[in-house]
């Protein structure tokens, strides 16, 4: 699993005008299973997403599509975690470590 975390580069009126392609954008990767989870950090100085894959790279490259990143008003820090323990309705995404 990943932690996409969004901060925002520009002034939030920049970020706004963004707004509906990155929401287009979201539910077209939560269309396609890749994201569990979203929404707007508080204080509103972002966002964060949480996504499911096995690649990294994968990952990266969905992130650099984001309106947000190609209009240049915010950057990605992505962690990425192995999910050992979760609610029931995310059983389908526990791991176990490796070793």
């Not at 009126?13 to 963004?18: A, K």
């Not at 204080?43 to 599509?65: F, K, Q, Y």
Request: net charge negative.
């Amino acid at each position: 699993m990943f932690v996409l975390e969004l901060t925002y580069t520009s002034p939030i009126e920049r970020v706004d005008e963004l707004l509906d392609a990155h929401v287009a954008w979201l539910d077209a990767e939560y269309e396609s299973g890749v994201f569990i989870a979203s929404g707007r950090k508080n204080p509103r100085d972002g966002g964060v997403i949480l996504a499911v894959g096995d690649d990294r790279a994968e990952i990266e490259r969905i992130t650099a599509s984001d309106p947000f990143v190609t209009g240049g008003v915010c950057a990605y820090r992505i962690t990425e975690f192995i999910a050992t323990k979760t609610a029931p309705a995310l059983a389908p995404y526990r791991r176990q470590l490796p070793g």
